[in-house]
């Protein structure tokens, strides 16, 4: 297996308008990221993932951009970023931004030439069809809801948007639209950035023909199976990697809805050809509805998580690179979703969750606040909520007798992105110490109780707690590359593997159960002396032959 600088780093995700605000109007900003850079280097992570700070009409919160080279207003300006970046460089930590070219904005020149007329040099940068008598196209729906067709009266056909209206799809089959691409990343790679996220990625190559897809809760037809992972998906990295990439030291992750295995060795494969790594969805799906969507409430069975996770590590081993990853700005926060964020339970429980995963082999993230153990929000009505996806969902499956009101405010609650989206927690002064004006959207009441200025202070705190953990990961090579075995798959309430390299033999046992679990290490476990890496609950010596596991303890013992 390579040995990468990406394979040996801990990401942290920063969703910019959540971040820090400096000016007080109420949205986080590049001031506000760069007064918080020593506060990333004491927790010990080496890169940033910096969610879209582009030029935007913020539909989508950036991710329906109008300008590539541009910054948006609210967060600064290109001046204000140089300086960030020229001071994360200078703190020894790296930069990665996102890249979003599944789609642009509706307000990009492209799609404002493109829709001008139909014989526009713009007009196939994006999808553009005839309708089929008065209904669009085909019958894909949108993943934010409605169909993914807006029909254009100026020209009288329909674009293609896999989300938003606003979000028209580019056309990836014209060289032209890849060569213009192609040359932005490299003016932002120039500029000395470190790498790129992509946003859905695997999502840039439809089937042609653009078949009708089947048809889910009797509204739309699922448009995946002919846009995920298309027929020129991996030619287009490819070719990606071959003029751009290859030429720079960085890293690339993709995001890579309805990846598969299979699928996952193409794209992050070890021979180097496309990406450094990918993220997958598939243990994000666990506690999907039975219906088919996301909006649920029923947590998600360990067995099959264990399961997910597992095969995820097996299967890519020596031929591929993982990501690991809880939570980010789409996905609602940890330890309200894995663990238990009571107050009883919350601190325990996220140690529990950030030890499981960072024992892992594979690239670990963190998301801004996890780190604290920030919890979901607990919002009454749907219009506290500002999230485009759960907002048209609210509006659809409620509208179209689904569900009802009570219920998708319940599993709004759950699973919303509006979750991540609440301003981190700095102090316990007004709104959190995040603004001084009224932030964009509410601030998580619980901030007196959760925030970093009292968990810096704190030497037991989740803060802490996830710097030893990045500290061991530095230390000790076999939590970077050694291989993986899962233990007792079909245990409810313990979570154990082993990881293995060079003689060196590591235990990581972590009890997902509000109730004492008893957990039968490993034999070579108990006749072999050892050290424990580290404990959330107890300090453990050694490894007996029964073990009384507390309520979310979890710990990793090497031999």
């Excluded at 960085?250 to 890579?256: N, S």
């Amino acid at each position: 297996m390579k040995k990468t600088w990406w394979k040996e780093s801990v990401v942290y995700q920063i969703y910019p308008r959540s971040f820090c605000d400096s000016n007080g109007d109420g949205i986080g900003d590049l001031n506000g990221i760069l007064s918080k850079l020593d506060y990333l280097k004491e927790l010990g992570i080496d890169v940033i993932w910096l969610s879209p700070v582009y030029q935007s009409p913020n539909d989508d919160n950036g991710y329906d951009i109008s300008d590539y080279q541009a910054i948006m207003a609210e967060f600064g300006t290109m001046e204000d970023f140089d300086r960030l970046l020229f001071q994360i460089h200078k703190l020894g930590m790296r930069l990665v931004m996102d890249l979003v070219v599944n789609h642009t904005s509706d307000e990009h020149p492209w799609f404002t030439e493109s829709r001008s007329s139909r014989d526009n040099p713009y007009r196939d940068y994006y999808i553009w069809r005839e309708g089929n008598g008065n209904c669009p196209p085909n019958n894909w729906g949108s993943v934010f809801g409605g169909s993914a067709w807006e029909f254009d009266e100026h020209t009288n056909m329909y674009y293609l948007h896999l989300f938003s209206k606003k979000q028209p799809d580019l056309n990836w089959e014209n060289p032209t639209v890849r060569e213009e691409v192609f040359q932005m990343m490299k003016w932002w790679l120039d500029k000395g950035i470190d790498g790129f996220r992509m946003d859905v990625i695997s999502m840039i190559s439809k089937t042609p023909g653009l078949p009708n897809g089947p048809v889910q809760n009797g509204l739309y037809g699922d448009a995946s199976p002919y846009t995920v992972n298309g027929p020129r998906v991996h030619e287009y990295l490819q070719q990606m990697n071959r003029e751009v990439l290859s030429r720079y030291d960085v890293m690339t992750v993709g995001e890579t809805p309805g990846v598969t295995v299979e699928e996952a060795r193409k794209y992050a494969g070890e021979e180097g050809d496309e990406l450094s790594m990918v993220f997958q969805f598939e243990h994000m799906g666990l506690d999907d509805h039975p219906l088919g969507f996301k909006w649920n409430d029923t947590p998600p069975k360990l067995v099959k998580l264990k399961a997910t996770l597992s095969k995820w590590q097996t299967e890519l081993a020596g031929k591929a690179w993982n990501s690991l990853y809880w939570s980010n700005h789409d996905q609602p926060r940890a330890v309200s979703r894995f663990g238990d964020d009571s107050p009883k339970h919350r601190v325990q429980s996220a140690k529990m969750l950030a030890t499981c995963l960072h024992m892992m082999q594979g690239t670990p993230y963190i998301y801004q606040g996890e780190e604290l153990g920030m919890t979901n929000i607990s919002f009454e009505t749907i219009s506290q909520y500002r999230d485009i996806e759960s907002l048209n969902a609210f509006r659809e499956l409620t509208g179209n007798g689904i569900l009802t009101q009570p219920e998708m405010l319940r599993y709004l609650r759950r699973k919303s992105r509006d979750n991540a989206r609440t301003p981190m927690q700095w102090d316990d002064t007004l709104n959190a110490g995040f603004t001084t004006g009224e932030p964009w959207i509410e601030v998580n009441p619980n901030y007196p109780q959760i925030n970093a200025k009292q968990q810096i202070a704190d030497p037991d705190s989740v803060y802490r707690y996830y710097q030893k953990l990045i500290r061991l990961r530095k230390t000790h090579r076999i939590i970077v590359y050694g291989s993986y075995e899962l233990l007792d798959p079909n245990d409810e309430t313990i979570f154990a593997y082993t990881r293995k390299m060079e003689g060196q033999k590591l235990l990581c046992a972590c009890n997902f159960s509000s109730r004492e679990e008893v957990f039968f290490p490993p034999e070579e476990f108990i006749v072999r002396p050892g050290v424990c890496l580290i404990d959330n609950a107890v300090a453990r010596y050694c490894c007996e032959s029964q073990m009384t596991l507390q309520p979310y303890e979890a710990f990793v013992y090497l031999i």
